[in-house]
């Protein structure tokens, strides 16, 4: 399969107008707006009073894009996936991965993490000891569960005008 790219002359600048990419591609304005908000990926500068700007590897990407969906004839998602697989790191690198973290980086983790919180427990008594006082190390927060409900603030009941609650008004009180 060849490059579809090499069939579009692409000017060895840094950026392109819209109406340039639309005519380099030869496809419509409307087109490459809906592409901007079907592929995430393609990168379009938009600021505000500014026309929309486009990159030289983005131009290359709408060339991809229109190939994948008119000479492929793969659909809208299925030329987003398709470009998500190419541009996707291989499951080859994963072994090179473990080998930088270790298979114990957990327990590496968790130990490194008390030994930062004795640290600071360490620094905050040797801050305060200098004042004259002796504060014990912070206590862990226990978790909080979205069951309870809110503890009430003091609040009275609502009263109208009158001075009344709802509960005496019901009653006829």
């Given at each position: 399969?060849?490059?579809?790219?090499?069939?579009?002359?692409?000017?060895?600048?840094?950026?392109?107008?819209?109406?340039?990419?639309?005519?380099?591609?030869?496809?419509?304005?409307?087109?490459?707006?809906?592409?901007?908000?079907?592929?995430?990926?393609?990168g379009v500068s938009?600021?505000?009073?500014?026309?929309?700007?486009?990159?030289?590897?983005?131009?290359?990407?709408?060339?991809?894009?229109?190939?994948?969906?008119?000479?492929?004839?793969?659909?809208?998602?299925?030329?987003?996936?398709?470009?998500?697989?190419?541009?996707?790191?291989?499951?080859?690198?994963?072994?090179?991965?473990?080998?930088?973290?270790?298979?114990?980086?957990?327990?590496?983790?968790?130990?490194?993490?008390?030994?930062?919180?004795?640290?600071?427990?360490?620094?905050?008594?040797?801050?305060?000891?200098?004042?004259g006082r002796h504060?014990?190390?912070?206590?862990k927060k226990a978790?909080?569960?979205?069951?309870?409900?809110?503890?009430?603030?003091?609040?009275?009941?609502?009263?109208?005008?009158?001075?009344?609650?709802?509960?005496?008004?019901?009653?006829?009180?």
């Open positions: 399969m060849t490059d579809p790219s090499a069939q579009v002359e692409i000017p060895n600048r840094a950026l392109f107008k819209a109406a340039e990419v639309c005519d380099l591609v030869q496809v419509q304005a409307y087109v490459l707006r809906s592409w901007e908000a079907e592929f995430p990926d393609l938009k600021t505000a009073g500014a026309p929309r700007v486009y990159r030289r590897a983005d131009v290359e990407q709408v060339i991809r894009i229109k190939h994948l969906l008119l000479v492929e004839g793969l659909t809208l998602a299925g030329a987003r996936r398709k470009l998500e697989e190419d541009s996707s790191p291989v499951g080859a690198d994963e072994p090179a991965i473990t080998e930088l973290v270790g298979r114990n980086a957990r327990e590496r983790l968790t130990a490194i993490k008390r030994g930062l919180q004795s640290i600071l427990a360490l620094l905050a008594g040797a801050a305060d000891a200098g004042n504060v014990a190390a912070p206590a978790p909080v569960s979205s069951s309870r409900s809110k503890p009430s603030r003091g609040k009275t009941p609502a009263r109208s005008k009158g001075g009344r609650s709802k509960a005496t008004r019901r009653r006829g009180r």
